[in-house]
């Protein structure tokens, strides 16, 4: 009988993810800040294909916060496929179409026409070779000339250390056909444990291991079991995987992590100088990588990459809208860059962020503001876009078609808040402001769901749904036992949400 599976982990469903590398607007933002032309900046019709989309949470919420995209997603897991389709059919999403197919299927089938772009999370690192064959030619025959593809995958130098542990955590689960995945995920833990606790050398001598399998306990166990359990796993450098894609005649764009776009938070000068005489990009890239310890690279690549003239960029600068998804008053003039923590310049962040405050504007109405105007330019943009990268910023859709976004997002919001009273897989909201997710937590959207039944007392409604089913909450590593403990806690995220959440959800057109 054929293993249907092909090594990779079924016998427990992937997470419930939004990954907004995924959404269209923030694909193409990242090429636009290289120069290049990308589909998918504005509302114009374009068809994007995911490949293996899990539980399908992403290509939900970017459908529905987004008429205007034919969607198609598909994975070979039918648990998977089914969810999704079970979600968009609660939601009324028209616009999104699920499909269980392997990648060799959609390779071969000429019916499904050609996309936009084609985007694939997660996914390159844990298939075999053949299944890697089979998506550089979809890339080949079914992207559009012009269009993008964004690609991510564990790479070199970042996951050397750890490849003889993912070793042992397969050999161990291998050890034990028999016993259920999470167990067999426990013992190659306890096993790790022992070898550090009798001194092996080489845990001892890798700096950061301990700590780094350590935070391993702390993710979601699903996760864990796909990324270390999994049969096909490959570490690729960048100049593989840009060979691969070539034969489809893709060639590299940018990272679509957006802070990789800022030398000074990750690069020395020495570091800068020495990448800047080396004139071949894929050598570039690679030897950045060495430099910044690259672990997990998110990669856009074009299919024939049509440049930008100087007028054309800055129009399309001009033309983009953005809108804070922290609240004002908790964006931090720091950012995490490759070199640790860098400080922002007041004089530069405080005018941009004041403005945003006051809700989504294109840039266009930002350099209006003769504060704004001073900056200049260029500081104008790396500010976007480092504020865009640390996650207090997103791109927002323009404001023709935002009637039907909303009542789309409004109808998808409603079948997760919906879930909510029952479970807490789904985590995130569409915005029809973005275009994208906002992260909001189970709590959070039982407050929704008290607003929308216009109950008086949202602590009291969400205590007493969360303790009809025998839950508690936990604080500091401990279950709150008694029912004044627990509503205390509830008050305590009610202020918050109050406070921080909801003037952001408002703004973003959420609530």
């Not at 997990?296 to 299919?303: E, H, L, N």
């Not at 990268?389 to 919906?418: M, S, T, Y």
Request: glycine content about 8%; aromatic content about 8%.
């Amino acid at each position: 009988m054929t293993n249907w599976s092909a090594g990779y982990v079924t016998e427990v469903t992937y997470t419930y993810g939004f990954h907004r590398e995924l959404v269209p607007q923030y694909l193409a933002l990242a090429a636009l800040a290289r120069g290049i032309a990308a589909p998918g900046l504005n509302t114009e019709p374009i068809r994007l294909l995911e490949l293996g989309c899990g539980q399908g949470l992403s290509a939900n919420l970017i459908a529905a916060a987004n008429p205007h995209i034919d969607y198609t997603a598909i994975d070979f897991n039918p648990t998977h496929i089914a969810g999704a389709r079970k979600l968009a059919t609660a939601a009324g999403i028209p616009n999104v179409h699920f499909r269980e197919a392997s990648f060799e299927e959609i390779a071969a089938d000429d019916s499904v026409g050609q996309f936009d772009m084609i985007t694939l999370h997660g996914i390159y690192t844990w298939v075999s070779a053949e299944n890697r064959a089979h998506i550089v030619k979809i890339a080949r025959d079914k992207l559009k000339p012009g269009g993008l593809l964004y690609v991510s995958y564990n790479s070199y130098p970042g996951w050397t250390s750890v490849l003889p542990i993912r070793r042992l955590f397969t050999d161990t689960a291998a050890a034990y056909p028999g016993m259920p995945i999470f167990d067999r995920l426990d013992e190659s833990l306890r096993l790790f444990d022992r070898l550090a606790e009798v001194g092996a050398r080489y845990i001892r001598e890798t700096p950061g291991l301990v700590e780094r399998i350590k935070q391993l306990q702390t993710q979601q166990r699903n996760y864990v079991a796909h990324e270390y359990l999994n049969g096909e796993w490959t570490i690729f450098h960048f100049a593989d995987v840009a060979s691969d894609l070539s034969a489809a005649k893709l060639s590299y764009v940018a990272s679509a992590h957006l802070l990789d776009h800022i030398d000074a938070i990750n690069l020395t000068a020495e570091q800068s100088a020495l990448l800047a005489e080396i004139k071949d990009p894929i050598r570039r890239e690679g030897l950045r990588d060495l430099i910044v310890n690259q672990q997990f690279r998110r990669d856009i690549f074009a299919r024939g990459a049509v440049p930008l003239t100087p007028h054309e960029a800055r129009k399309a600068w001009l033309d983009l809208r953005f809108g804070l998804s922290t609240v004002r008053g908790d964006v931090p003039l720091k950012v995490q860059g490759r070199r640790g923590e860098a400080n922002l310049h007041a004089e530069v962040y405080e005018p941009l962020l004041d403005a945003f405050a006051r809700g989504p504007r294109t840039v266009r109405q930002l350099v209006e503001d003769p504060k704004v105007a001073a900056l200049g330019w260029v500081r104008v943009q790396q500010a976007l876009l480092i504020l865009v990268g640390a996650g207090h910023l997103q791109p927002c859709l323009e404001v023709k078609g935002d009637v039907k976004r909303k009542e789309r997002a409004r109808a998808f919001n409603a079948a997760v808040i919906q879930r909510a009273q029952s479970s807490a897989d789904l985590q995130f909201l569409a915005s029809p402001v973005t275009g994208g997710g906002q992260r909001v937590d189970r709590i959070s959207q039982l407050f929704l769901l008290c607003r929308e039944r216009k109950q008086s007392d949202p602590v009291q409604f969400a205590w007493n749904l969360l303790s009809g089913q025998g839950e508690r909450l936990i604080k500091n590593g401990q279950t709150l036992q008694t029912a004044e403990e627990n509503l205390a806690e509830i008050r305590m995220f009610y202020d918050l949400f109050i406070n921080k959440q909801l003037p952001i959800l408002e703004q973003l057109g959420i609530a």
